[in-house]
């Protein structure tokens, strides 16, 4: 379930992470009360706060040029200050070609806590751990611009999470 988290598919190394992120890119409410880990260093602390109450999300689409159809997805990653985190997917494929048409749509939501594992003042290393007990570890990175990226590279779209009180 979490291993399509903004394209998280396992940590790479923070150090592989950094040199990623250091070349140019272009350049419901959750009420669990369980506090987060302490962090052990001022830059995970620093993370912690940056993290802590923040709604990460992704879109995509693609409009296919020969036929009629596409497929659209919206990806919503809640991180509270509390220690948890609330994730949320839906998307959506439809086709329309001579004589039928045909369409298919799905949602994904897990909650769970979430913890540092390792930073530095501009790469984090951060592990998810959903209520069923499946874990996921993944990068994300302030790049050059400023602006918040996974480890693969791709630009996330922040704004104050409406589902962390």
């Not at 609330?86 to 979430?114: E, I, K, L, P």
Request: net charge neutral; glycine share 14%; proline share 2%.
């Amino acid at each position: 379930m979490l291993r399509k988290l903004f394209g998280f598919s396992g940590i790479a190394l923070l150090s592989t992470a950094i040199v990623q992120l250091a070349t140019p890119i272009v350049s419901g409410t959750i009420s669990i009360g369980i506090q987060p880990a302490s962090a052990s260093t001022q830059t995970d602390r620093q993370w912690q706060q940056y993290l802590g109450g923040r709604k990460i999300v992704e879109f995509s689409n693609y409009s296919s040029s020969f036929g009629g159809g596409g497929m659209s997805s919206q990806k919503e990653l809640h991180i509270c200050g509390n220690g948890q985190f609330a994730y949320a997917a839906q998307s959506a494929v439809s086709m329309d070609v001579s004589g039928a048409s045909g369409g298919s749509s799905g949602q994904n939501r897990t909650t769970g806590t979430w913890k540092i594992v390792e930073s530095n003042q501009s790469v984090v290393a951060v592990e998810f751990t959903s209520s069923t007990g499946e874990k996921e570890q993944g990068v994300l990175g302030f790049g050059q611009d400023g602006r918040l990226y996974d480890g693969n590279g791709k630009k996330l779209l922040t704004a104050p999470s409406e589902a962390c009180q």
